[in-house]
């Protein structure tokens, strides 16, 4: 069996505007940099960010101490593009804010286009379930890092 590059998996990536994704990345080494409530806001305002920009709609997010996750229905421009622009500019925010530099996300990220059949809020109350299903909290309204349309 070949060995394929993950870089070489994605060659293929194609994004369709008005296409709900579920997306899944993950900091660099896992660090759990949102752990620090202050922290993970600083991301939030990059998913905000990118709502008013019109490059996507947020349907939900969730955001764990060392990843987060995205369903949202994408505007007018490139999956990569916009992951590429909510990472680069939250670890610009994150490490200014803890007076450090170097990286903060792992490259690249996890997507999922979902299907027309695909039932959209049961895959949201999936996603903001995380913090429960990790023993983060016992009731969902104890956490801080999460927002659905559906809810």
């Known amino acids: 069996m ?3 590059h993950t870089s070489h998996l994605r060659s293929g990536r194609f994004s369709e505007p ?7 990345t993950v900091t660099h080494c896992r660090h759990p940099w949102f ?10 305002d990059e998913l905000r960010l990118a709502e008013k920009q019109g490059l996507a709609t947020s349907l939900c997010w969730v955001v764990m101490p060392d990843h987060f996750h995205w369903l949202l229905q994408l505007g007018q421009c490139d999956l990569e593009k916009l992951l590429q ?3 680069s500019r939250s670890a610009k925010a994150i490490n200014q804010r803890l007076q450090r ?10 997507d999922r286009a979902l299907r027309r059949e695909d ?12 913090p429960l299903r990790a023993g983060l909290v016992k009731q969902l309204t104890n956490y801080p890092l999460w927002d659905a349309v559906f809810l």
């Open 2 to 4: 070949p060995h394929y």
């Open 18 to 24: 008005g296409r709900i994704y579920s997306i899944t």
């Open 35 to 44: 752990h620090d409530f202050f922290v993970g806001r600083l991301l939030i």
């Open 85 to 87: 622009q909510v990472k």
């Open 101 to 110: 530099s170097g990286k903060v996300w792992q490259s690249g990220y996890h």
């Open 119 to 130: 039932d959209v809020r049961d895959i949201a109350r999936y996603i903001v379930a995380n």
